[in-house]
């Protein structure tokens, strides 16, 4: 059957729908990008934002009545929404065939089948304590960053997230399979792999922790630089920051989540840190690695918030300077600790206002960052061409900074570019003449 794929949220949802497309096409399913040629319809749904689940329910309506013009239409809804929201899904909408959460990609083909041929719903909210999906490759779009899922769900239980109660508990693949995917996608010509998990740096198997795979993927032939996303700051040790700091091809980038700045929220947000202890790793972090970026997520407006504790948010984030900041406001989400122990009680426009602060306060840091770029020249590993000028090319920054450049280059080439100008969010530059030609001698020269 032709299927139509839409992903929404994170990119743990982009990597889910890349396994999901492996599985439909080994049954012999085709994928089609339009919609309208569709004869099965899947929606891979995030449950972090309110704004993603109207979303959905806007379209599911909207499929109504596709359905019943088109007999045998098949439609699904999947991922962590899936999970969460599943009766308000077939309350809302009792036209949709398949509800199945983030743990029943392997029986996909099933249900679908189910639903073709006896034509009633299928549902599955089954939670593993296994399902890693280790043994399926994903199916990825060609480019230069491959992303590989290490680990599934999340044992933290911060009281606003609901990615525990959706992805359930958290399990670690193999490393010794990871690196066997690290040297496909290396065969396959991605240049970085971004390691993937909702509490990545917890990876643990057997002897093994985090570090120690950091080490084992960047060691896979091919592979120029290995990142990774998303960690907790709980789960720094002493030996993840030296390696780190060792290791050209690990990138001096860490989105280290800080929340909140106040003690009070974040203890209600269960965080486990306390400012003190934050500002501390952030200090030993920069004593390992002076260059490094920071970037961070934030939210305004949580259970209980005072301007007091919002003030201390701010302080947290002048004195940390990060690069950048995902800000967003308190939302509540169905089936948290939050919405169970805490009132939502800080008013919308007041979080508003506070939201506004807190970007203007981060846009002002990220332009004095932006400004402390110019002149300094970074090893920058091209993308693609830049979506506003096709002659020029996007690559970023070890330290993830995006910079746009001429020059005659390709995907996947390490070039050096001096920075010469920047944008609210990206950074300018000129490519310096004669590196790529040096790096490719040099690269030569090691292939005798
Ligand atoms: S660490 Fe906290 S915020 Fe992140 S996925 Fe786990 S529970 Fe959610």
Redesign the pocket.
């Known amino acids: 059957m032709k299927v139509y794929l839409e992903t929404y949220g994170c990119q743990m949802n982009e990597y889910d729908s890349e396994l999901v497309r492996s599985i439909l096409t080994s049954h012999k399913h085709e994928f089609t990008p339009s919609l309208d040629h569709a004869e099965v319809v899947l929606l891979n749904t995030c449950a972090i934002r309110e704004h993603a689940h109207e979303k959905i329910f806007y379209l599911l309506d909207h499929l109504k009545g596709r359905k019943r013009r088109q007999k045998g239409l098949v439609v699904g809804v999947l991922g962590c929404m899936a999970q969460s929201l599943r009766k308000e899904i077939i309350e809302r909408a009792p036209h949709v065939d398949i509800v199945a959460g983030p743990d029943s990609y392997k029986r996909l083909p099933m249900l679908i089948e189910a639903t073709r041929h006896h034509t009633e719903q299928a549902f599955d909210f089954s939670l593993s304590e296994f399902e890693t999906y280790s043994d399926i490759a994903p199916q990825r779009v060609p480019g230069v960053n491959a992303w590989i899922a290490i680990m599934r769900g ?1 044992d ?3 009281t606003f ?1 609901v ?2 109660y959706t992805r359930g508990r958290e399990r670690s693949r193999e490393l010794a399979n990871i690196v066997l995917e690290a040297e496909r996608v290396a065969s396959e010509g991605f240049r970085q792999i971004t390691l993937l998990g ?2 990545v740096n917890s990876y643990r198997n057997d002897e093994y922790d985090f570090a120690d795979l950091m080490q084992a993927v960047s060691e896979v032939s091919g592979i120029a630089r290995v990142r990774f996303t ?1 960690p ?1 700051p709980k789960d720094f040790p002493r030996k993840l920051l030296h390696a780190m700091a060792a290791n050209p091809k690990l990138c001096k980038h860490i989105h280290l989540p800080l929340q909140a700045g106040s003690d009070g929220v974040l203890e209600r947000m269960k965080r486990t840190y306390t400012r003190k202890e934050f500002l501390a790793l952030v200090a030993e972090i920069r004593a390992l690695m002076p260059e490094v970026s920071l970037t961070t997520d934030l939210i305004c407006g949580f259970c209980g918030e005072t301007d007091a504790d919002f003030e201390q948010t701010l302080e947290v984030v002048r004195e940390v300077g990060f690069d950048s900041a995902f800000t967003f406001k308190y939302s509540e989400r169905k089936n948290t600790m939050a919405s169970r122990q805490f009132p939502d009680d800080v008013p919308e426009e007041v979080k508003q206002e506070r939201l506004l602060r807190l970007a203007e306060l981060q846009k002002e840091i990220t332009h004095e960052r932006n400004v402390a770029e110019l002149g300094k020249v970074y090893e920058v590993l091209v993308e693609t061409p830049s979506k506003k000028d096709g002659n020029q090319w996007l690559g970023r920054t070890d330290h993830f900074k995006p910079v746009v450049f001429s020059g005659n280059v390709q995907a996947g080439d390490l070039v050096k570019v001096r920075i010469e100008a920047h944008g609210a969010n990206t950074l300018m530059g000129a490519m310096v003449r004669d590196y790529r030609r040096t790096l490719r001698v040099y690269q030569e020269a090691c292939c005798v």
């Open positions: 999340c933290n239980f911060c997230c990615v525990p909702q509490n998303s907790h």
